[in-house]
């Protein structure tokens, strides 16, 4: 495409009516630059897509015993911290009598 009057007036310029209307072309170039990726692929085959959705839901799957796995352990650990408490206060509490003599 050879330079027009969009890559040497710009976007604001055709925004307030400054120039002519422009094709298809040198809008995209305008908006996209010239360093815009390629359009990604379509899936055209099933196979593609059947493939594309396994993938998906063993990832998905994989999450979710992930998920699982840490609330496993979220519980674990809630549990352990009343454990934990509990032996606080007790200590808390020896100390106190042992302290005064009581």
Do not use: C, Y
């Not at 998920?67 to 408490?85: F, N, P, S």
């Amino acid at each position: 495409m050879e330079a027009s009057a969009v890559d040497q007036k710009g976007i604001v310029s055709w925004l307030f009516g400054a120039m002519r209307n422009m094709t298809g072309d040198e809008f995209d170039a305008l908006v996209a630059g010239p360093n815009r990726p390629p359009p990604l692929a379509q899936a055209d085959e099933p196979s593609d897509v059947k493939g594309a959705l396994d993938e998906t839901m063993a990832a998905m799957h994989e999450r979710g015993e992930l998920a699982k796995t840490l609330a496993e352990r979220t519980e674990d650990l809630e549990q352990h911290a009343g454990t934990m408490v509990e032996q606080a206060r007790r200590l808390a509490t020896k100390g106190k009598k042992s302290k005064f003599g009581f």
